[in-house]
C-alpha cells in the first residue's frame, strides 16, 4: 500500500511538471512573444545569464549583458529575435521571434543559469495571417478543446490524487488500529473466562 502511494504521489508531480509547459499558437508570416521571467526581481546585470533553445539545440538568443564577445546564433533566426533590455533587471527575459516560418514550431527552453531555473513553451504554427484571418472563429474553438482540457487535468488531477492519498493513508490506519482493538478485547475475553 505504500508503494501504491508513493506511485501516486509521482505521479501528482510529474503530472504538474508537465503542465508548467505553456503552448503559445501563432501563424506563419507573423511574429510571437516568447515569455520567460525570473520570480527575482533584484538583478544585476554582471549575473544575468539567460540562454534560449529551440528543440533542445538549435541556439535561438542569448541574453548575456554583461558580456562583450560576439553573440553565438543559429544563422536562422539572424535578424528576427528581439529581446527586451529594458526589462532585463525587472527578470523578465522573453524575447520576440519575427517573420514566423514552420520550422520555428516545436520546443523552446529558456534556461536562467543563475539560478538553475529554466522555462519550456510549445510553439505550434497555424497556416498564413491571410488564412488565419478568415478561419479565426473556426480556430479558436477549436483551440479551446485541448486547452480546456489540458487545464482540467493540471488543476484536478494532482488535487484528487492527494485526496485518494489521504484516503489510503486513513484506511490503513483505521484497519490497523481496529486490528489491534479487537486483539486487546479478544484478549479481555479469554482472561474472563
Partial sequence: SLTSCCFICIFAVLISKVCLQVTIEAVIGGYVVLPCSSAKHDHKLQDIDVSWRHNGSKIVFDIIPHSNSPVTQDPEYKNRVESFPQEYLRGNFSIKLNNLQHTDAGQYICYIKNSDKYQTLKLIINGSISTEQGNQRGTEQEGMGPSLLL?????????????IFIVVLFRKKCSSSQRAAGRGMSLATLESV
Fill in 151 to 163: 487545464l482540467l487535468v493540471c488543476t484536478k488531477l494532482p488535487v484528487l490524487l492527494v485526496i
